[in-house]
């Protein structure tokens, strides 16, 4: 019996597509069989993200056994796509299509990311639905982890509409008033992998084709896309489709009613508050995560608007709502939703942070001023904190046991946070910001009855406190 060889089916794609852009439309193609170059002249070629991929032969479920060369990723790696360099081809409308896999599906999974790893919002597969963060979620779990996905993502200019389709299907269509989908001032577009955030929340894979379009394509023609993608040869009888007349304008679309995403079904509303619990005041900047308990895993997050947040979890789970706040001590809340609930109302009430005990403690080794392993990676964690907390100084208190002369143990408690100093102001701790002081052996944190509790006090700690303004 005959075979239609995947060539055949690739050749009438670039004939169908050429003859649209012949029409004044542009596409930018990516096939992966010359690098990340891509087949039109004018696109610029893509840029690996993280570590860079391999070039793999891999046959691809809906050309029969036809191997296509395919870029393979690992987790957190990716492609990027520079508008700058293609002249500002995605600043209007556009539509951009994917075939992929990925490995791992479980929780969120990035598959675009608009703002250069600025923003958690973008495009992710969660547990195998379309989703963009944090507005909408496909009603069905077409995804399935190692499998090939015909993926399109479309945003026209002046609606704001989005569409998000899978294997030719309309699976999320809303708005985007905010411009979520908008490239940033960095002016790129990045393929599979995330900010980091929130952590395991990209996967490796594979990719074989990515197709941009400088307008929105229509729902027939994403369906025509994908049906001459899936020709196999498990039907070789079947005649090879036509390609659809040209789209007409969008404009002439218009008509089409706009839906607004609905959440998915069978899923309880957990709405809830966040305040300041001595002033009832509303905490300007607050994250809240949502963890399953189960497996600990960060399945939803969000930015509270004036102190509200809202999500949309499958009942008859345990989840844990966490609340971050600069300024505050984290505060976590357990919730069950029960399968009857139509909503779940929650408080998250937030204490001010208390600086009554040490933020880190460094360790020291015996009669030794230079930093321990442990005490550089304290220090180091210490740096990033400082930085995202410009509100707060801090104190370096250096102590010692108490073998030894007492002079010279006060000498080397004062040599020991004069250390720790220098090396957060080489890491770039404004020297303003950080107080040192030595106490000897007078404070000790432990018995000096033995090495085993001794060592416990051969330490300096981190003392932390607001900047008076």
């Not at 989908?181 to 894979?205: C, M, R, T, Y």
């Not at 994908?226 to 070789?236: E, G, K, M, S």
């Amino acid at each position: 019996m005959d075979r239609v060889p995947f060539c055949l089916v690739f050749c009438l794609f670039l004939l169908v597509f050429s003859s649209v852009e012949s029409r004044g439309q542009k596409v930018f193609v990516y096939d992966f069989s010359d690098g990340l170059a891509s087949s039109s002249d004018s696109a610029p070629a893509l840029k690996p993200l993280g570590q860079e991929g391999q070039y793999i032969e891999e046959v691809l479920p809906e050309l029969g056994k036809t191997k296509r060369t395919v870029y393979q990723f690992e987790a957190n790696s990716g492609l990027q796509f520079d508008n700058n360099q293609a002249y500002g081809f995605l600043n209007g409308s556009f539509t951009i299509e994917i075939y992929f896999r990925l490995k791992e599906l479980e929780s969120w999974k990035r598959v675009l990311d608009f703002k250069n790893r600025k923003s958690d919002n973008g495009c992710y597969i969660y547990e195998g639905r379309l989703n963009f963060f944090n507005f909408a979620t496909g009603e069905k779990a077409p995804v399935k982890p190692n499998e090939y996905v015909h993926y399109v993502f479309s945003r026209e200019a002046e609606t704001h509409l989005i569409k998000m389709y899978v294997d030719g299907e309309s699976k999320v269509e809303f708005q985007d008033p905010g411009d979520e989908a908008v490239l940033d001032n960095d002016q790129v577009l990045n393929f599979f992998q995330d900010d980091l955030i929130a952590k395991n929340e990209a996967s490796p894979g594979a990719v074989a084709l990515i197709r941009m379009y400088d307008r929105v394509m229509t729902p027939v023609f994403v369906r025509e896309s994908f049906r001459q993608l899936a020709r196999t040869i498990d039907a070789p009888s079947t005649p090879v489709p036509k390609a659809e007349p040209a789209p007409k304008p969008e404009s002439a679309n218009l008509e089409q009613i706009v839906v607004v995403a609905k959440a998915p079904p069978q899923t309880v509303e957990v709405t809830g508050k966040v305040f300041n619990g001595r002033t009832l005041d509303i905490p300007v900047h607050v994250d809240v995560l949502v963890n399953r308990i189960n497996s600990d895993s960060v399945i939803a997050r969000m930015k509270a608007v004036e102190g509200t947040y809202r999500f949309q979890l499958p009942p008859a789970h345990t989840y844990r709502i966490t609340a971050l706040s600069p300024g505050f001590e984290p505060k976590s809340i357990v919730v069950t939703p029960g399968a009857n609930q139509g909503e779940e109302k929650t408080l998250i009430n937030m204490s001010e942070e208390s600086y009554d005990k040490p933020i880190a403690t460094l360790p020291f080794s015996q009669s030794d001023s230079s930093l321990t392993d442990a005490a550089r990676t304290a220090l180091d964690t210490l740096t990033g904190f400082l930085e995202s907390r410009p509100d707060l100084r801090i104190k370096l208190y250096g102590h010692t046991d108490n073998v030894g002369d007492f002079d010279k143990n006060l000498a080397l408690s004062r040599q020991r946070a004069a250390i720790a100093r220098a090396y957060l102001v080489q890491k770039g701790v404004a020297i303003s910001r950080i107080e040192e002081r030595g106490y000897g052996p007078s404070r000790p944190l432990a018995s000096n009855s033995s090495e085993s509790t001794r060592q416990l006090n051969r330490r300096v700690e981190v003392w932390a406190e607001p900047i008076k303004r």
